[in-house]
């Protein structure tokens, strides 16, 4: 069967791309053909399909007004990436049309395509873009659902877009005129990683006949952990550092103990968590940058529990998953979908109470040995019971008889 895979990055970006690229090697690994169409750019993954890719659009990068004018309209609906796009699936025929993020770069516009042709289609929302304009529910560190019901007036009052009038009120357009045109009316199914995505859809309008929850998972063996000298001496907290990750928060909550805190990542927030680090003499954490690779997996493999502290609706963070599987404990926020990766694992706490997440630290820290083994454990069971290559593509291919394809 033809599949075509529908991703404005041809990259390892984020989540979402980390899983794009392990479902197409499951897919191709069953036989399965799987069309690539994505955007151009140097940090590419090599495709014979590269031909097609969209012309790469930069949406922060320096121009005129005639340039911005043209980008506008590329969000709201790229001629171009309509157009490759009927190119390609008049020269592949596919049987299937999976998308993933395509909003923006490529632009709605190739929903037009999937329509015309009939073409089966699901969508997995790695994000909320479908009913939110910004992508994630919320605007200047607060939580917002204005928008329900489609009301995206309030992007605009609000500035939701980067704090840019211009910008917000450009997704705005972009918005009303998909509503209008009833545009993702050409999606058969929509996958949510989360059952809690899954909900929030439903709340703003979609019907929950076309919805299913499928979580996100992981295609590789449990990685060897080299055991290191601070083996479960400190928790770990790795990703983005950035606002609605909740780091600040954090950190404040192991401020004043004697916790031990490793941070892994890097993001907007970098210089200003380095200088609050040394300001106040924050001995008992450490900054350690961007990490990979084996040693990324054995940092997480020796941490004593992984942090979730997020301020944001999380969809299903890999960074999760992956502590999972190698049976870490998790102390996660209670937002989003991070309590439904909380269970006999780990502790939820208030997101943004720092009390309440130092709190659930010194559970941990007071816990005895075999209760923290069986922590171990149940991390392990959840995972092999939930997140892997086999339970995702049995689900999947559910999903894509229901659409009217057997795989």
Same mark, same amino acid.
């Given at each position: 069967?033809?599949? +075509?895979?529908? *991703?404005?990055? *041809?990259?390892?970006?984020?989540? !979402?791309?980390?899983?794009?690229?392990?479902?197409?090697?499951?897919?191709?690994?069953?036989?399965?053909?799987?069309? %690539?169409?994505?955007?151009?750019?140097?940090?590419?993954?090599?495709?014979?399909?590269?031909?097609?890719?969209? #012309?790469?659009?930069?949406?922060?990068?320096?121009?005129?007004?005639?340039?911005?004018?043209?980008?506008?309209?590329?969000?709201?609906?790229?001629? @171009?990436?309509?157009?490759?796009?009927?190119?390609?699936?008049?020269? @592949?025929?596919?049987? +299937?049309?999976?998308?993933?993020?395509?909003?923006?770069?490529? !632009?709605?516009?190739?929903? %037009?395509?999937?329509?015309?042709?009939? /073409?089966?289609?699901?969508?997995? =929302?790695?994000?909320?873009?479908?009913?939110?304009?910004?992508?994630?529910?919320?605007?200047?560190?607060?939580?917002?659902?204005?928008?329900?019901?489609?009301?995206?007036?309030?992007?605009?009052?609000?500035?939701?877009?980067? *704090?840019?009038?211009?910008?917000?009120?450009?997704?705005?357009?972009?918005?009303? &005129?998909?509503?209008?045109?009833? !545009?993702? #009316?050409?999606?058969?199914? &929509?996958?949510?990683?989360?059952?809690?995505?899954?909900?929030?859809?439903?709340?703003?309008?979609?019907?929950?006949?076309? /919805?299913?929850?499928?979580?996100?998972?992981?295609?590789?063996?449990?990685?060897?952990?080299?055991?290191?000298?601070?083996?479960?001496?400190?928790?770990?907290?790795?990703?983005?550092?950035?606002?609605?990750?909740?780091?600040?928060?954090? /950190?404040?909550?192991?401020?004043?103990?004697?916790?031990?805190?490793?941070?892994?990542?890097?993001?907007?927030?970098?210089?200003?968590?380095?200088?609050? /680090?040394?300001?106040?003499?924050?001995?008992? &954490?450490? +900054?350690?940058?961007?990490?990979?690779?084996?040693?990324?997996?054995?940092?997480?493999?020796?941490?004593?529990?992984?942090?979730?502290? !997020? @301020?944001?609706?999380?969809?299903?963070?890999?960074?999760?998953?992956? =502590?999972?599987?190698?049976?870490?404990?998790?102390?996660?926020?209670?937002?989003?979908?991070?309590?439904?990766?909380?269970?006999? *694992?780990?502790?939820?706490?208030?997101?943004?109470?720092?009390?309440?997440?130092?709190?659930?630290?010194?559970?941990?820290?007071?816990?005895?040995?075999?209760?923290?083994?069986?922590?171990?454990?149940?991390?392990?069971?959840?995972?092999?019971?939930?997140?892997?290559?086999?339970?995702?593509?049995?689900?999947?291919?559910?999903?894509?008889?229901?659409?009217?394809?057997?795989?």
């Amino acid at each position: 069967m033809k599949i +075509l895979m529908v *991703n404005k990055y *041809n990259y390892i970006k984020g989540g !979402s791309e980390t899983y794009y690229f392990a479902l197409k090697r499951v897919l191709e690994a069953h036989g399965h053909t799987v069309i %690539d169409f994505s955007m151009k750019d140097e940090k590419n993954v090599t495709s014979p399909y590269s031909e097609y890719f969209v #012309d790469h659009v930069d949406y922060n990068g320096a121009g005129g007004m005639f340039a911005k004018f043209r980008m506008a309209m590329n969000i709201i609906y790229s001629r @171009e990436a309509k157009k490759k796009f009927e190119t390609l699936v008049k020269a @592949e025929h596919p049987d +299937l049309i999976h998308l993933h993020i395509f909003q923006h770069q490529m !632009s709605p516009s190739i929903l %037009d395509v999937i329509k015309k042709y009939h /073409i089966p289609t699901v969508y997995t =929302a790695h994000d909320l873009k479908m009913v939110c304009l910004n992508y994630k529910m919320m605007h200047h560190g607060e939580i917002c659902e204005k928008c329900i019901d489609g009301h995206y007036y309030h992007c605009a009052v609000n500035r939701c877009v980067k *704090n840019s009038l211009s910008k917000s009120c450009v997704n705005v357009i972009e918005g009303y &005129i998909h509503k209008w045109r009833k !545009s993702y #009316d050409a999606i058969d199914t &929509i996958i949510t990683p989360s059952a809690f995505y899954m909900r929030k859809f439903e709340e703003f309008g979609i019907s929950p006949e076309r /919805i299913v929850h499928i979580p996100n998972f992981l295609d590789r063996e449990a990685p060897v952990v080299k055991h290191s000298t601070d083996a479960k001496k400190y928790y770990l907290y790795f990703g983005r550092l950035s606002e609605e990750k909740g780091i600040l928060t954090l /950190i404040k909550a192991v401020t004043g103990t004697n916790m031990q805190l490793y941070v892994v990542g890097t993001g907007p927030l970098k210089e200003e968590l380095a200088d609050y /680090i040394t300001k106040n003499q924050l001995t008992n &954490i450490k +900054l350690l940058g961007f990490k990979g690779g084996q040693e990324l997996i054995d940092i997480v493999g020796n941490a004593k529990a992984i942090i979730l502290p !997020s @301020e944001w609706y999380e969809n299903g963070p890999y960074s999760a998953i992956e =502590a999972l599987q190698l049976g870490r404990p998790i102390v996660g926020a209670d937002i989003g979908g991070i309590p439904e990766l909380v269970k006999e *694992n780990g502790y939820l706490f208030e997101s943004r109470n720092a009390i309440s997440l130092r709190e659930a630290l010194e559970k941990i820290e007071q816990m005895d040995f075999p209760t923290y083994q069986q922590m171990e454990r149940a991390s392990l069971y959840l995972y092999e019971e939930n997140y892997t290559q086999g339970i995702h593509y049995e689900l999947l291919q559910k999903v894509y008889q229901n659409v009217g394809i057997t795989l």
